[in-house]
């Protein structure tokens, strides 16, 4: 057996192995104690987590080698929609802030929130959903990502071609990093503890959305 044959088996271990994580994530939910809401920061207050760049590659191909070359496994779905036509790269390159904020600290309590709430609820805090080109970027940006940490990229789904709604989750499960595909339906019930990654906005833009 080949190496590139045995590198691809391990890949495809790490992904089911990932995505056995995320399920019991997203379905744990109604299973934690009674613990209290915690208060919301709005994006003006909340440090910026992370700075990365994107418009740093052309399409999809050079995306798909550079997480080669890296030895990131991809799920299916990720590296289906990452080649939908419809997927968006950055013309040119551009920083953006991230910022890391569990389902609790938006304020949910221990049922959880549905994925719908969650986004409307830190957008009304000010931050911002990622374009879809931050997953990619960020994954080969974060190479030490710690061990069992699992980052919910908070964007507007993109479709598989068979219409299921998808996102982007970045793992590392102790087997290696990875970008996977996950069900984005909006009522999907995430578990307080589950992290998602969104864009803070410069002052100048939280002052203007306030206004609205």
Not at 167 to 188: I, K, R, V
């Amino acid at each position: 057996m080949s190496a590139k044959i045995v590198q691809a088996l391990v890949a495809q271990v790490l992904v089911a192995q990932a995505l056995v994580v995320l399920a019991v994530m997203a379905f744990a939910a109604p299973a934690f104690g009674q613990a209290p809401a915690l208060e919301v920061k709005t994006a003006s207050e909340l440090p910026i987590w992370k700075t990365i760049t994107v418009g740093l590659h052309r399409g999809v191909n050079a995306v798909r080698n550079a997480l080669d070359e890296a030895k990131i496994a991809v799920g299916d779905s990720a590296d289906e929609i990452l080649g939908r036509p419809a997927f968006t790269f950055a013309g040119e390159r551009q920083q953006l802030n991230l910022v890391v904020l569990s389902v609790a600290e938006l304020g949910f309590g221990a049922q959880g929130g549905t994925l719908g709430d969650i986004h409307a609820r830190a957008i009304r805090a000010g931050f911002e959903l990622c374009p879809e080109e931050v997953a990619p970027q960020l994954r080969l940006q974060y190479r030490n990502q710690p061990v069992g940490e699992f980052l919910h990229v908070a964007m507007k789904p993109r479709s598989t071609y068979r219409g299921d709604p998808v996102d982007f989750t970045l793992a590392n499960n102790g087997a290696g990093l990875s970008l996977l595909g996950g069900s984005a339906h909006p009522d999907l019930v995430m578990a307080r503890n589950v992290a998602f990654v969104f864009v803070r906005p410069s002052s100048l833009q939280v002052y203007l959305n306030t206004d609205d």
